[in-house]
């Protein structure tokens, strides 16, 4: 075969080829014109594929013409569609261009009519013109949005040179036949750019044949070989070769570079964006090649070449091969017999059937092998029929068939030598519980191969893509309750998100936000800046606790995370729900850690069964350790004694600054502006709240008490129980009497006011102001410090003491988040959340 270059030829030569999606309608084709007309390059050769859409109408009036069918109306509208694209690019003077559109449509419908009739080889002749005539039409299209011949672009029928011979494995080329052919068309073409025609080719006998389905991508490299291109450009409609099918892995991402071998890996195994046949022109010349989007032609691409890229992942593609079967040739007779492969793969090739994947256990007892699942019937009786004999003989069982299988490849160069990369292929399959029932790994070790259940392929492919290109300490995060809290929370994530990601490798993804009346979900992350802000504005619906959920539990993220920072008792009802799925919640918000006793065990125990984990450290004293404190006193084998101080932010705060010249009424209200009581201040003024932090304190050193059980002194005047929250804070002055003379009295006895929380030893819990001495460590606390005693075993005679602000936005959030992260940090070791 000759390998000497053309004439003309020059590193200076470049070929751009677009395929239907670039080529889909007048804007389309004049986008693609100024690209190609902008590329540089002294020399350009523009391959072009047929129109979108148009291959497969051509391929069903071929069909209909043979069925005898009517095929006036379907080649009338494809004959219009040329012209109306023609008339929308031709400018001033289209009729050239729309005379030369209708003689190529003339001689399709007399093809389509002579198909109508034809017998013998001639079907096969005219078929494959007729599917050719798309690419035709685009050629004069493209030439003519390029300025025509008047700025140099000369048209090629690549029908004139292009000489392939079928073969086994598809059309080959016929190299020198081709090269003879394009320099004799070059001494009548002297042009330097040329618009040439995807897909079609000539037959050594002359006649007009095809290069197979999507065969445009393999024109062009062909074309770039036998012009010794500098370079080839596939323009297509996605931003290149993803690391998978984005239409299932949401998270794919875009791969700078492929080696030709990783390239032609992923092609095979269904990266669609490439045809496989692409790549061995260009590979055995050395010819680099560019996949870049048409819609956006300033983005990279992904270059392939002999040298590919090292990436930080070993793995570059991950792609599924649907609708496969798997044939096992069983039989303990087969071991240590030679040529039993060897008849079983002639007997499938000799029924056509091609094998995708190869297995065979060391012992011999049986040989799998993969195949399509439309050709596994087939291949199972040519299987049995060749081993027959051996059947009849017992020494072979005979043919296993399981369809419904798919095959899933994780390709890499950078697999070639590395140990763990299977472990980790198939660690994430086992984390998203899919079975695998067949692997192969070739000795060049650039891909492994496994099948699974067609049933599980998105969420195989998913759980594989997470474990390569995800830290496993990534995290799908939605927040409730976008209030002082969640604010406070939200930016926060805002601040600290990046740095996380870039030095601790944990990945908050914020997915979703809601309040009490609206939700706003994404799947690309959202900015926690801004995400408040905008819940209600455009693309924001109606707050569904389900769907939100559903959304932030996505599958293509390892783990999934909740943070309730409403108040709501309904919010509080789901967690067990979430937890038993496998999400896990952290909340300030006191409703299920203080709520029904069933309720709350049924919420410990979801979150035993889900794998998942509840902290609630922020409903007791804000941002303090204090539930941490405990659990720790518990879990090294303290036993608690009592617990007992203050236990509210709020009534801290108000008794600190309460001595009788501000009303008590306005120091509520002023308190409630700063963000210190509940969304309703009578949680806080009634004991309910202090009484909630007492239940939840109790419980965690497992005394299973209930708000019923504590003795509540409360601060509400009867007259504002039952009052709705803007009543009562208009009435608040009934407050201020009663108060005063509590002080007055409290004053009168050298004592201050505070209000105070116990559980004692017994397990009486209760709540209310008292009158303390000037002495007591109560009354050396500032603003809204919370005072927590823990007294125990081992702290019998001087008591644990946690002190420090109890209530405020930014210590609460502070306190959420550090449960968040507590929860992250801990995921890399621990297992990924199961689908
Ligand atoms: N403010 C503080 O200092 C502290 C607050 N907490 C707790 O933090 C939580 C939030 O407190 P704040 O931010 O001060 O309250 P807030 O009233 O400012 O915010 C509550 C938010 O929850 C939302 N919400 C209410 N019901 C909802 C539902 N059914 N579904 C979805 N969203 C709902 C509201 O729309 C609002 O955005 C409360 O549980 C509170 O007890 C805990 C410790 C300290
Ligand atoms: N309103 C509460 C807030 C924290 O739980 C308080 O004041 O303590």
Redo the contacts with the bound molecule.
């Keep these: 075969m000759s390998t000497e270059p053309l004439p003309a030829s020059s590193p200076f030569l470049h070929v751009h080829k677009f395929g239907g999606s670039s080529l889909a309608d007048a804007g389309r084709i004049a986008s693609a014109a100024r690209i190609a007309a902008g590329s540089p390059g002294a020399h350009r050769v523009v391959v072009v594929s047929a129109m979108q859409g148009v291959t497969d109408a051509l391929v069903a009036l071929a069909t209909a013409a043979r069925a005898g069918d009517d095929t006036t109306p379907a080649w009338t509208a494809l004959a219009e569609r040329h012209r109306a694209t023609a008339l929308a690019l031709a400018g001033a003077d289209p009729a050239p261009l729309c005379d030369r559109l209708a003689l190529e449509s003339e001689a399709l419908r007399g093809d389509l009519e002579a198909l109508a009739r034809a017998t013998g080889d001639a079907v096969v002749r005219l078929s494959e013109r007729i599917w050719g005539h798309g690419e035709l039409c685009s050629a004069w299209l493209m030439q003519a949005a390029l300025g025509g011949e008047a700025a140099g672009w000369t048209r090629l029928d690549t029908r004139e040179v292009l000489v392939v011979r079928a073969a086994d494995m598809g059309a080959q080329v016929d190299r020198d036949a081709s090269l003879h052919r394009l320099r004799a068309w070059r001494t009548r073409h002297a042009s330097t750019h040329i618009v040439a025609t995807g897909f079609v080719a000539r037959t050594t006998d002359g006649e007009a044949t095809t290069l197979g389905r999507n065969g445009s991508d393999h024109s062009a490299a062909l074309l770039a070989d036998l012009f010794d291109a500098a370079s080839v450009t596939i323009w297509t409609d996605v931003d290149g070769v993803l690391s998978a099918d984005p239409r299932l892995v949401p998270d794919a991402v875009c791969l700078p570079a492929l080696s030709y071998a990783e390239a032609c890996e992923l092609a095979y195994f269904g990266a669609k964006v490439l045809h496989p046949r692409t790549l061995a022109p260009l590979q055995a010349r050395g010819i680099p090649l560019a996949i870049r989007n048409t819609l956006a032609p300033a983005r990279p691409g992904t270059r392939i070449d002999a040298r590919g890229e090292a990436a930080a992942s070993p793995v570059k593609g991950l792609s599924i091969v649907d609708g496969m079967a798997v044939l096992e040739l069983v039989g303990s007779g087969m071991t240590g017999v030679p040529g039993v492969a060897e008849t079983l793969f002639a007997a499938l090739h000799d029924a056509g059937v091609s094998v995708t994947m190869i297995s065979q256990g060391s012992s011999e007892h049986s040989i799998c092998c993969v195949v399509r699942e439309v050709d596994a019937g087939r291949g199972r009786a040519a299987i049995d029929a060749a081993f027959a004999e051996a059947i009849a003989a017992g020494q072979v069982e005979g043919v296993r068939m399981q369809d419904g299988l798919c095959v899933l490849a994780a390709v890499g160069d950078g697999m070639v030598g590395v140990h763990g990369v299977a472990a980790r292929l198939f660690d994430g399959l086992a984390q998203a519980r899919v079975n695998i029932r067949a692997i192969a790994q070739g000795a060049s070790e650039r891909n492994i191969s496994v099948a699974i259940a067609q049933a599980h392929a998105t969420r195989a492919l998913r759980a594989a893509h997470a474990a390569f290109w995800l830290s496993p300490q990534t995290v799908s995060v939605g927040v409730i309750g976008p209030g002082h809290v969640g604010r406070a929370l939200l930016e926060q994530l805002a601040e600290v998100i990046p740095r996380l990601r870039a030095e601790a490798g944990v990945d908050l993804r914020l997915r979703g936000l809601a309040s009490s009346r609206w939700m706003r979900l994404g799947d690309a992350p959202m900015d926690p800046a801004s995400a408040a802000a905008q819940l209600d504005g455009d693309g924001a619906v109606p707050c569904d606790l389900d769907a939100f959920a559903a959304h932030v539990r996505a599958s293509h993220l390892p783990h999934a995370m909740i943070v309730d920072c409403s108040a709501s008792d309904a919010v509080a009802e789901r967690y067990a729900g979430w937890l038993a799925a496998g999400i896990h919640v952290v909340t300030?918000n006191?409703q299920a850690g203080s709520g029904d006793w069933t309720r709350y065990a049924a919420i410990m125990a979801a979150r035993r069964a889900g794998g998942s984990r509840f902290l609630y450290e922020a409903?007791v004293g804000?941002g303090l350790p204090v539930v941490l404190t405990l659990r720790t006193l518990l879990d090294t084998g303290d036993t608690l004694h009592g617990i007992d101080g203050m236990?509210?932010?709020?009534?801290a705060w108000l008794f600190n600054r309460y001595d009788g010249r501000e009303p008590f009424s306005a120091l509520v209200r002023e308190a409630r502006a700063l963000g210190?009581?509940?969304p309703d201040p009578r949680?806080?003024l009634s004991g309910l709240?202090v009484a909630r932090?007492l239940v939840i304190l109790a419980r965690e050193a497992g005394r299973p008490l209930s708000l019923a059980d504590v003795e509540v002194e409360s601060l509400v005047p009867d007259a504002l129980r039952s009052v709705d929250v803007d009543t009562f804070l208009a009435r608040l002055d009934l407050l201020d009497a009663p108060m005063q003379a509590r002080l007055d009295a409290a004053r009168a006895a050298g004592c201050g006011l505070r209000h105070i929380a116990k559980l004692d030893s017994e397990g009486r819990a209760t709540v209310g102001v008292q009158a303390l001495p000037a002495d007591h460590a109560c009354m050396h606390t500032r603003l809204?410090d919370?005072l927590v005693q823990f007294t125990t075993a081992r702290y019998a005679e001087n008591p644990l003491v946690v002190q420090g602000p109890?209530?405020g936005p930014e210590v609460?959030a502070a306190g959420v988040f550090g449960d968040v992260l507590t929860i992250a940090q801990a995921l890399g070791a621990g297992p990924r959340r199961s689908p």
């Design positions: 300030p006191k409903t804000a236990l509210s932010g709020t009534l210190y009581t509940e949680d806080d709240d932090k809204t919370n109890g209530a609460t």
